[in-house]
């Protein structure tokens, strides 16, 4: 055994001795990788590892094959850590996107990511709605008006009253049905406040007497 000497797909370029053992470095001509392999073992194996992987993960002709919205168009023939091929995808929407194989001919991935954000879009719309249709009753939405603290750039910090500076008095005001509703100028900031407490009452018993 000897430099140059070749076993199956492996060429010997180098040699050395590693305690008891001899080892030799060899090119795979199957896929140029260079490797230290045991002298012993040569006359065993094929090649450097690469056929294994090979035969347990053949390329597939995809080209212009449908997985949900993805065309695979064109291999890349870059393969991932798991040895499956990676392929250049359409996706519906227009984006290009390189997916491995094995992840399309499962079905695990489907689109370059918009069919997820389109999920996410009508999600919202669902979960809007379904606020909508509990909170909100003759144009008037009731998680807002049972709300009691002040609304945040409030400087009164009372909900439903606010300072009026040219009468220099609480004004006491509500919305209801899409209406807007001042009840009143108030030198108090309490009888304001009352104010507003006794039209908010007044108006949920009526939509709990619609409803």
Same mark, same amino acid.
């Given at each position: 055994? %000897?430099?140059?000497?070749?076993? *199956?797909?492996? #060429?010997?370029?180098?040699? *050395? $001795?590693?305690?008891?053992?001899?080892?030799?470095?060899?090119?795979?001509?199957?896929?140029?990788?260079? %490797?230290?392999?045991?002298?012993?073992?040569?006359?065993?194996?094929?090649?450097?590892?690469?056929?294994?992987?090979?035969?347990?993960?053949?390329?597939?002709?995809?080209?212009?094959?449908?997985?949900?919205?993805? #065309? @695979?168009?064109?291999?890349?023939? %870059?393969?991932?850590?798991?040895?499956?091929?990676?392929?250049?995808?359409?996706?519906?929407?227009?984006?290009?996107?390189?997916?491995?194989?094995?992840?399309? #001919? #499962? =079905?695990? !991935?489907?689109?370059?990511?918009?069919? $997820?954000?389109? @999920?996410?879009?009508?999600?919202?719309?669902?979960?809007?709605?379904?606020?909508?249709?509990?909170?909100?009753?003759?144009?008037?939405?009731?998680? /807002? /008006?049972?709300?009691?603290?002040?609304?945040?750039?409030?400087? !009164?910090?009372?909900? =439903?009253?606010?300072?009026?500076?040219?009468?220099?008095?609480?004004?006491? $005001?509500?919305?209801?049905?899409?209406?807007?509703?001042? /009840?009143?100028?108030?030198?108090?900031?309490?009888?304001?406040?009352?104010?507003?407490?006794? @039209?908010?009452?007044?108006?949920?018993?009526?939509?709990?007497?619609?409803?």
């Amino acid at each position: 055994m %000897k430099i140059g000497d070749k076993f *199956e797909n492996l #060429t010997i370029l180098d040699m *050395e $001795q590693r305690n008891s053992r001899k080892y030799c470095l060899c090119k795979c001509g199957n896929c140029g990788n260079e %490797k230290w392999i045991r002298a012993d073992s040569l006359k065993r194996i094929k090649a450097c590892g690469c056929m294994k992987s090979n035969t347990q993960f053949k390329q597939n002709d995809l080209t212009n094959k449908k997985f949900g919205r993805l #065309t @695979a168009i064109k291999s890349t023939s %870059k393969k991932a850590k798991s040895g499956h091929y990676i392929w250049t995808c359409q996706c519906d929407c227009g984006n290009k996107i390189e997916i491995i194989e094995s992840s399309l #001919t #499962t =079905g695990k !991935t489907r689109s370059c990511g918009c069919l $997820q954000k389109e @999920a996410i879009r009508e999600n919202m719309k669902l979960a809007a709605k379904a606020n909508k249709e509990k909170n909100i009753i003759d144009n008037t939405n009731l998680a /807002l /008006l049972k709300k009691t603290e002040a609304y945040p750039n409030s400087k !009164t910090k009372v909900r =439903g009253v606010s300072w009026d500076k040219e009468k220099r008095k609480y004004c006491a $005001q509500i919305d209801f049905k899409k209406r807007h509703y001042c /009840l009143g100028y108030f030198d108090d900031i309490k009888e304001a406040e009352e104010a507003y407490k006794s @039209a908010k009452e007044k108006f949920l018993k009526e939509i709990n007497i619609n409803t």
